[in-house]
């Protein structure tokens, strides 16, 4: 039988367990318990709730995991590709050395120098969406101007597609006319040519 008391997200889950093992006791006496009766429904309660959070805290662990590993794969990785293309300029390279050291790409080759980041901008919930694909790099630095000014004013570094940028007004009700670019990231360092800019007008 389905109990409907049971609450179904697992926080909640905890917060009510915890309390009916704080107040059982409190009733007791009203409800015919005995000690005994009392310290079973308290553990009953204890071991729901170790179990919800032995898996939340697996869950934590998991996730420190991964964002450890994307940190390593993008920073040390980062600085392994720049060491690799130092070795491909060494005049003793050739391309038997690159072959047994698999570092020659079966597709086209990744140029940092030449590498030109794709966006799209789009209106998406009150706020401006970025999408991009990264395509060899470890992210992109956006940024973004007013139209009709000069400078180009760093934003954020975007490491997941789409980036979400939550702009305020400066004068309410008043749309403004924004452009934004990107630049490819490898590691900390910035390379290559700055993608097409896209314009999105916000407050519409």
């Given at each position: 039988?389905?109990?409907?008391?049971?609450?179904?997200?697992?926080?909640?889950?905890?917060?009510?367990?915890?309390?009916?093992?704080?107040?059982?006791?409190?009733?007791?006496?009203?409800?015919?318990?005995?000690?005994?009766?009392?310290?079973?429904?308290?553990?009953?309660?204890?071991?729901?709730?170790?179990?919800?959070?032995?898996?939340?805290?697996?869950?934590?662990?998991?996730?420190?995991?991964?964002?450890?590993?994307?940190?390593?794969?993008?920073?040390?990785?980062?600085?392994?590709?720049?060491?690799?293309?130092?070795?491909?300029?060494?005049?003793?390279?050739?391309?038997?050395?690159?072959?047994?050291?698999?570092?020659?790409?079966?597709?086209?080759?990744?140029?940092?120098?030449?590498?030109?980041?794709?966006?799209?901008?789009?209106?998406?919930?009150?706020?401006?969406?970025?999408?991009?694909?990264?395509?060899?790099?470890?992210?992109?630095?956006?940024?973004?101007?007013?139209?009709?000014?000069?400078?180009?004013?760093?934003?954020?570094?975007?490491?997941?597609?789409?980036?979400?940028?939550?702009?305020?007004?400066?004068e309410p009700n008043k749309?403004?006319?924004?452009?934004?670019?990107?630049?490819?990231?490898?590691?900390?360092?910035?390379?290559?040519?700055?993608?097409?800019?896209?314009?999105?007008?916000?407050?519409?």
């Amino acid at each position: 039988m389905k109990n409907s008391f049971f609450p179904q997200a697992e926080s909640l889950l905890v917060v009510w367990a915890t309390n009916y093992q704080e107040k059982i006791a409190t009733h007791a006496t009203t409800l015919g318990l005995s000690p005994t009766e009392v310290a079973n429904e308290q553990a009953l309660c204890q071991a729901i709730i170790d179990a919800v959070n032995a898996v939340n805290n697996q869950k934590n662990i998991y996730k420190a995991s991964l964002e450890t590993r994307d940190n390593t794969i993008s920073v040390q990785g980062g600085e392994l590709r720049f060491g690799i293309a130092r070795h491909k300029v060494n005049p003793a390279y050739t391309e038997s050395i690159g072959q047994d050291l698999g570092i020659i790409s079966t597709g086209d080759e990744f140029n940092a120098a030449t590498y030109k980041p794709i966006i799209i901008g789009e209106l998406f919930g009150g706020n401006v969406r970025i999408r991009f694909k990264k395509m060899g790099v470890d992210g992109i630095n956006i940024y973004r101007r007013q139209k009709g000014t000069s400078t180009f004013t760093f934003l954020s570094r975007a490491t997941r597609s789409p980036f979400e940028h939550h702009p305020t007004l400066a004068e309410p009700n008043k749309p403004e006319h924004w452009e934004y670019r990107a630049f490819g990231v490898i590691g900390d360092v910035e390379i290559g040519l700055a993608s097409d800019i896209v314009e999105i007008i916000f407050g519409e």
